[in-house]
């Protein structure tokens, strides 16, 4: 059995999982089968006590005497469906997680044998939690513990994941978020409605599937690592850090380039890479004004003026063996001081080198541009295992600076 901490990650032995959630109060349970964007494909998939059973997901109550629990057969998910988040609230209407922490319990649906555990840690003014997510990658079921808190209920976090919610009258206005959740996207089409509960209902709200941005890679079958030589990722694809067998724990470069796109015309930009911690707290951050972090584990090359010349125009040193067991994640942004927007650039990439030998191991080309002025580009994730993975994330925001970057690159943990 694996006692489980924020942002941890363990691959699922079995095709059939349950998660229970248990807490000192009856607790509502649910789970919400989510596409590639995050999103539920419509209102029948939020699977709760008046909608128990869904495509590969049930609920079942315990009846206030034993935990609610969530199965996931992963082998009847529908194709496209990508994650299942498992979500917790109070019953009592407007109490909170403060002194109430609950307990997920992962187990072999099969002989009901225990895998995983996760209690979240330090819950406060949370009436809502995403606790677990169960996800696909690169062809394998693995499971998450979360823990991402949210002080608007149930309603807040159905809502955020695409469900059209319809709040009682003499409600108040929802509150923000605990922690950073995702932006919303227009929901999904209409489906009939669940039978509807005095708490939470969803009636379906017509409306036009999102357009924006780049279509997520398809998964690819099998883990993909470094043992066939260069990987070139496409968005959100992701590759393990391993040759050989073994984890690539040496000195790696991440090298960021771009060019102009408009000859003659200089472009600034500035590539830094941010450190978190298991529970997507900000321990430090790497870039032009701050050339080492982390005991000199990480360390930045200087600013680039222009973005002109051959070759990488910033390069962000890491010392895989030498990063600190706090540092779980790290995120490689890039953001333009100047103010001059993604569409003036062309040619931006990033490629991650070992250090020893100048072999270029993972390559991402940026194929789309938004008018903003930050874009996080990849991440690296330390895995329970040990080993490090990294996933071309194409993300751009609203930012001029790295410290503008830190939430939402923890959003991308």
Known sequence: MTAMTPGSNIPLPAPRVAVDVAAPVRLDVSGLLLTADGKVRSDDDFIFFNQPTGPGVTYRSGGGTTPDSITVDTAALPPGIEKIVITASPDAAGQSFQGIEPTATIRNAADGSVIATFTPPQLGTETALVIVEIYLRNGAWKARAVGQGYANGLAGIATDFGVSVEEPAAQ???????????VQTPVAPPAPTPTPDPRLTAPPVPTTPPTTGTAPAAPVAGKINLDKGRVSLQKNQTVSLVKGGRPLLSQVKMGLGWEPAYRGKDIDLDASVIAYGPQRNHIDSCYFG??????????HSGDNLTGEGG?????????????PQEVTGLVFTVNSFSGQKFTEVAKAYCRLIDAATGEELVRFDL?????????????LIKQFSGEWEMTAIGD???????????KPAAQSL
Do not use: C, H, W, Y
């Open 172 to 182: 108040a206005a929802p509150a923000p978020p605990v922690s950073t959740p995702t």
């Open 290 to 299: 701050k050339l080492s972090i982390v005991n000199g584990a990480i360390k």
């Open 311 to 323: 070759g990488d125009d910033e390069v962000i040193v890491v010392d895989l063996g030498r990063i």
């Open 367 to 379: 194929t789309n541009a938004e008018a903003q002025t930050g874009v996080m580009m990849a991440k």
């Open 396 to 406: 751009f925001v609203k930012s001029r600076t790295v410290r503008g970057m830190v």
